[in-house]
């Protein structure tokens, strides 16, 4: 059954009232005694008596009661509750799985429509070399620096070094070459 864009969604109503009340029948007769004591119905002894437990005891039932009514009654803090670090790493890493699903299955679904299409899927961008790592590609500024390096080395005259070891000017040399320096 649909709804009209404008009609709101009735939500069961809350259970008020005693009946709402959930806890172990041991639990609620303790309630229940400790409140007709509160109210003056029943004196502490006799209240104690009727648990089948000593005045101290009630005493201290009666406290944590009361602690307990009290924290309830506590203001609760605004917005959404802060979780523990632990359980929101679990909880992005959760998360990251489901994003890491999705994103294959998208992928598939892609390589299927371009295969369905006839058209051939680009190439990869990570081409991995013998070791099995992503093979670098040259740097188009060292590319530029090696042509000016030996742009530059085919213009210039030959340097002292370079006419007494006969080297040509294109070459750049350190020192004399092996089969010359016998």
Do not use: W
């Not at 699903?101 to 998208?106: G, V």
């Amino acid at each position: 059954m649909r709804r009209a864009a404008g009609e709101k969604v009735k939500q069961s109503p809350k259970k008020l009232g005693p009946k709402a009340l959930v806890g172990s029948p041991e639990a609620k007769r303790q309630a229940a005694v400790i409140l007709e004591v509160l109210s003056g119905v029943r004196g502490p002894v006799e209240g104690g008596q009727a648990l089948g437990v000593s005045l101290t005891r009630y005493y201290t039932l009666e406290t944590r009661a009361l602690q307990g009514l009290l924290g309830a009654l506590e203001p609760l803090p605004r917005g959404r509750r802060r979780r523990h670090p632990e359980d929101e790493l679990r909880h992005l890493q959760r998360d990251k799985g489901r994003l890491e699903r999705e994103l294959d299955r998208a992928r598939s679904l892609l390589r299927v429509a371009q295969r369905t299409m006839g058209i051939s899927a680009p190439a990869s961008r990570e081409t991995k070399g013998p070791a099995g790592r992503k093979r670098r590609r040259p740097v188009v500024r060292a590319m530029r620096a090696i042509a000016a390096l030996t742009e530059i080395e085919t213009t210039t005259p030959p340097t002292e070094l370079q006419v007494e070891t006969g080297a040509s000017p294109g070459v750049l040399t350190h020192g004399l070459d092996d089969d010359r320096a016998s």
